[in-house]
Nanobody, 115 residues
Framework: QVQLVESGGGLVQPGGSLRLSCAAS????????MSWYRQAPGKERELVAT????????IYVDSVKGRFTISRDNAKNTLYLQMNSLKPEDTAVYYC????????WGQGTQVTVSS
C-alpha cells in the first residue's frame, strides 16, 4: 500500500526557515520523480518543486526560486523541502507526491508564516 507521510511544518516568523520531510513507502521510491505541492486556504493545490529520480535535476515554481530547495534520500525513501526566507504567502498545507503518477494524498503538513 502506497503511503506518503509529511512532517516538519509549523509556525514560523517571516524570514524564518523550515525543513519538511516526506516518508514514502509501498513503492520503489527511487523509480519516481517526486514533487512538493501546497494548498493555501481557498486556493487550488499548487505544484511547488519537482526532483528527478536520482536527484540530479530540480525545478521550482517562480515564487519559491532561490528560497526553497527540494532534495531526496533514496536510501531512506525520504523527500525533503528546505524552505528559507519564508513569506506570509507561503502559508499553506504542504504535500508530497509522485510527479506523474499520483498516489493517494497524505495528510499534509501545515506551514504558517506569521509574525
Amino acid at each position: 500500500q502506497v503511503q506518503l507521510v509529511e512532517s516538519g511544518g509549523g509556525l514560523v516568523q517571516p524570514g524564518g526557515s523550515l525543513r519538511l520531510s516526506c516518508a514514502a513507502s509501498g513503492f520503489t521510491f527511487s523509480s519516481y520523480p517526486m514533487s512538493w505541492y501546497r494548498q493555501a486556504p481557498g486556493k487550488e493545490r499548487e505544484l511547488v518543486a519537482t526532483i528527478t529520480r536520482a536527484g540530479s535535476n530540480t525545478i521550482y515554481v517562480d515564487s519559491v526560486k532561490g528560497r526553497f530547495t527540494i532534495s531526496r534520500d533514496n536510501a531512506k525513501n525520504t523527500l525533503y523541502l528546505q524552505m528559507n526566507s519564508l513569506k506570509p504567502e507561503d502559508t499553506a498545507v504542504y504535500y508530497c507526491n509522485r510527479r506523474y503518477s499520483e498516489a493517494a494524498w497524505g495528510q499534509g503538513t501545515q506551514v504558517t508564516v506569521s509574525s
